[in-house]
């Protein structure tokens, strides 16, 4: 079993940044695949960005790339989720998830993760 607990969301404007940390914990090592996943209201959840091999890959979606970056501490018990130039369209209820089975070709899909953290607010307004 993997437990994940989220934190950091906030209400902020647009172009402030956020972290946004994923604690996990039970059976995790450097192999478990960290990813983060949103949800927007009447919108299906979609992914953000990932996490595997200790952190040394990295994924992420293209909106995220260039302003969001996904990193793990020394200890690889959290995960941690950078969010700079916040925009409206990125508010949403931000998610962590785990696996101890990823394999690239799901690194992106919320059926590839089979553990779950309660989700993160993160309100950007203009």
């Known amino acids: 079993q993997v437990q994940l607990a989220e934190s950091g969301g906030g209400l902020v404007q647009t172009g402030d940044s956020l972290r946004l940390s994923c604690a996990a914990s039970g059976r995790t090592g450097s192999s478990t695949t960290v990813a983060w996943f949103r949800q927007a209201p009447g919108k299906e959840r979609e992914f953000v960005a990932a996490?595997?091999?200790?952190?040394?890959?990295?994924h992420y979606a293209d909106f995220a790339k260039g302003r969001f970056t996904i990193f793990r501490d020394a200890a690889k018990t959290t995960v941690y989720l950078q969010m700079n130039n916040l925009k409206p369209e990125d508010t949403a209820n931000y998610y962590c998830?785990?696996?101890?089975?990823?394999?690239?070709?799901?690194?992106?899909?919320?059926?590839?993760?089979?553990?779950w953290g309660l989700g993160t607010q993160v309100t950007v307004f203009s």
């Open positions: 998830a785990a696996t101890n089975t990823g394999i690239l070709s799901t690194v992106q899909l919320t059926t590839g993760y089979g553990y």
């Open positions: 996490s595997r091999r200790g952190g040394s890959s990295t």
